[in-house]
């Protein structure tokens, strides 16, 4: 009898070419997606060694991180130096014959969105990005992770990577969700849970009947967080919903090499009696929407829950936050309100926030801003008249990219006269000064920005969605 296998394990297998010394493989790499901050530089290297990519078909580009957001954008931003950053890419992606999801392309976007969007990652694969949030692609069954320039480098020169084999991990959400709680709660649940490193050196599955009820563009906000847990990378096996969220879209096999490769994609999954590293049962039966009240994402709790009084854990937290012990999170009054990022900018998200602001408008001296996760998210959205629910609401509707995921010395959320200083944001780190200079930031759900952004304090979405 074959021994049995965990799904990381039969991928990780699949790509291993060659075992190095002191427990290290030479890993395959199937696709490589380089994104405006980082592509110049993987490039300009690969140029200056004299090398060439060893299959320019499988490496992509995006313009994302630096590139401007507002209306009637072009090659000028806000980020210092971008401009020569936008046009240095440009040129090398052209050089190096690679795909380039440019300005103005309906393919462009943030590149853990559009690689799915575009069928370049799939279930089973091995893809890597200069971005720690790489781990998003993993909502379609594949075994992504972050990389630096110098790995860039030679992933592109030579499609393999030298790895340790990571730990692994199974993290099973049992149970249901309730109406208004998200794929983001259950992730801001596990790490307030276990920590900001309980998954450290773990590649993890999500399992569980919670997430088979998730579809996959949930499945992704889920598996972006894994970084947030420390983890190295996460997954959720593909099963019929991703195989049909994926079929037919621009890079995915067609024909009979899809079914094919479906069949393949079947025997990815865990054996039942597979060892881990490590095993987690959450239940999510009864989970509430969580809002993080600290600087990393594991300081976070239930909305109707208050700040720990913890002093000796949680005292610079609520030092840099302006919060004080016990003071219920509901009420905290906001500055500015932010839906976008590679965690919860899909489409998925703006429906749920929408639901939340159809008919209503944001309080008085709030900033709100929703930037959609690519362009094709953008044109989607505005099919559906969800642009028009925003702005009606009071919300800016920007161009698809990075945004105010990060602060990189460009755009803020200060007002005229005003500048913001609290703001509740969907993204993923509420690190001190992620999101600008003294910016003191809570994460949540597309649906807890929208009804904090309506009330101009942290606030349950789920009465308004009742």
């Given at each position: 009898m074959p021994e049995a296998r965990n799904i990381i394990q039969k991928i990780w297998d699949q790509h291993v070419i060659?075992?190095?010394?002191?427990?290290?493989?030479?890993?395959?790499?199937?696709?490589?997606?380089?994104h405006d901050r980082a592509g110049p530089a993987v490039l300009g290297a690969l140029r200056e060694s004299g090398r060439a990519?060893?299959?320019?078909?499988?490496?992509?580009?995006?313009?994302?991180?630096?590139?401007?957001?507002?209306?009637?954008r072009g090659d000028d931003t806000l980020f210092k130096g971008g401009r020569a950053f936008i046009q240095s890419f440009r040129s090398g992606?052209?050089?190096?014959?690679?795909?380039?999801?440019?300005i103005g392309d309906p393919r462009q976007g943030i590149s853990h969105i559009v690689s799915a969007e575009q069928g370049i990652v799939l279930?089973?694969?091995?893809?890597?990005?200069?971005?720690?949030?790489t781990c998003t692609l993993g909502g379609v069954g594949a075994l992504v992770w972050g990389i630096g320039t110098t790995e860039g480098e030679h992933a592109v020169a030579t499609q393999t990577l030298v790895r340790t084999k990571p730990r692994t991990m199974r993290v099973e959400f049992s149970g249901r969700l309730a109406p208004g709680v998200s794929a983001k709660d259950m992730a801001l649940a596990m790490i307030s849970l276990y920590g900001a490193n309980g998954g450290a050196g773990h590649a993890?599955?999500?399992?569980?009947?919670?997430?088979?009820?998730?579809?996959?563009?949930a499945r992704s906000t889920l598996c972006n967080m894994a970084v947030e847990f420390g983890a190295w990378t996460g997954l959720v096996a593909a099963d019929d919903t991703t195989f049909d969220w994926l079929q037919g879209r621009a890079y995915a096999p067609r024909g009979d090499q899809w079914n094919t490769a479906v069949a393949h994609?079947?025997?990815?999954?865990?054996?039942?009696?597979?060892?881990?590293?490590?095993?987690?049962?959450i239940d999510c039966t009864g989970m509430a929407p969580q809002v993080s009240w600290g600087t990393n994402p594991g300081q976070a709790a239930g909305i109707a829950d208050?700040?720990?009084?913890?002093?000796?854990?949680?005292?610079?937290?609520?030092?840099?936050?302006?919060?004080?012990?016990?003071?219920?999170?509901?009420?905290?009054?906001i500055d500015a309100?932010?839906?976008?990022?590679?965690?919860?900018?899909?489409?998925?998200?703006?429906?749920?926030?929408?639901?939340?602001?159809?008919?209503?408008?944001?309080?008085?001296?709030?900033?709100?801003?929703?930037?959609?996760?690519?362009?094709?998210?953008?044109?989607?959205?505005?099919?559906?008249?969800?642009?028009?629910?925003?702005?009606?609401?009071?919300?800016?509707?920007?161009?698809?990219?990075c945004s105010l995921c990060f602060y990189a010395g460009g755009d803020s959320f200060d007002s005229p006269g005003r500048q913001a200083r609290r703001v509740i944001s969907s993204t993923n780190r509420n690190f001190e000064g992620r999101q600008g200079p003294g910016v003191r930031t809570h994460l949540a759900s597309p649906a807890t920005v929208a009804a904090s952004a309506l009330a101009g304090c942290i606030a349950d979405p789920r009465p308004l969605l009742a």
């Open positions: 060659a075992q190095m010394d002191e427990g290290q493989s030479l890993i395959q790499v199937d696709r490589v997606m380089l990519l060893a299959q320019p078909a499988m490496v992509f580009g995006t313009m994302d991180h630096i590139i401007d957001t507002h209306p009637g992606a052209r050089a190096a014959g690679i795909a380039l999801f440019d279930p089973g694969s091995v893809m890597v990005c200069c971005d720690s949030h993890i599955e999500f399992c569980g009947d919670a997430v088979r009820g998730l579809d996959v563009e994609w079947r025997g990815l999954a865990s054996d039942p009696d597979a060892a881990w590293d490590r095993s987690l049962v208050r700040v720990p009084a913890d002093l000796a854990v949680s005292e610079p937290a609520l030092k840099y936050m302006d919060l004080r012990p016990g003071q219920p999170l509901a009420g905290v009054p309100a932010f839906i976008g990022s590679c965690t919860n900018s899909r489409l998925s998200d703006l429906r749920m926030a929408a639901a939340v602001l159809k008919g209503r408008k944001v309080a008085q001296g709030v900033k709100a801003i929703v930037v959609p996760g690519s362009t094709a998210v953008k044109q989607a959205a505005e099919a559906e008249g969800l642009d028009r629910i925003f702005l009606a609401a009071g919300f800016e509707w920007r161009e698809s990219g």
